[in-house]
């Protein structure tokens, strides 16, 4: 395959095949970053409560709504859905954990 100079031409370029794999490959890596989050907060000197583990049950829930959308009938722009996952679910958390804060302190 030679190389393109413009980057949309390559995109434009993927097989269904291949934009499956690269949608469950994002659903996948969210699920496993939300997975660890969990243990590592054990090192955290002040860890969180557990209303905010809220956080990676909703990465746990969006990586696995990417794996199970049709990739191979949706246009490549579509991937694109993958990168704005994980900063749509950390700006929902933020906002779900401002508010129980708030309702919790005296």
């Known amino acids: ?54 956080v990676a049950l909703a990465g746990v829930l969006a990586g696995a709504g990417l794996m199970v959308v049709p990739w191979e009938r949706l246009p490549e722009r579509a991937l694109y859905l993958v990168q704005s996952s994980p900063p749509a679910t950390s700006w929902w958390e933020s906002g779900f954990t401002q508010t129980t804060s708030r309702s919790t302190r005296f």
Do not use: K, T, Y
């Open 1 to 54: 395959m030679e190389a393109l100079d413009d980057p949309q031409e390559a995109a434009d370029e993927l097989s269904p095949q291949e934009r499956r794999r690269l949608g469950r490959l994002g659903g996948v890596l969210m699920i496993v970053g939300s997975l660890a989050a969990v243990p590592a907060a054990a090192f955290l000197d002040d860890p969180p409560d557990a209303i905010e583990h809220l």
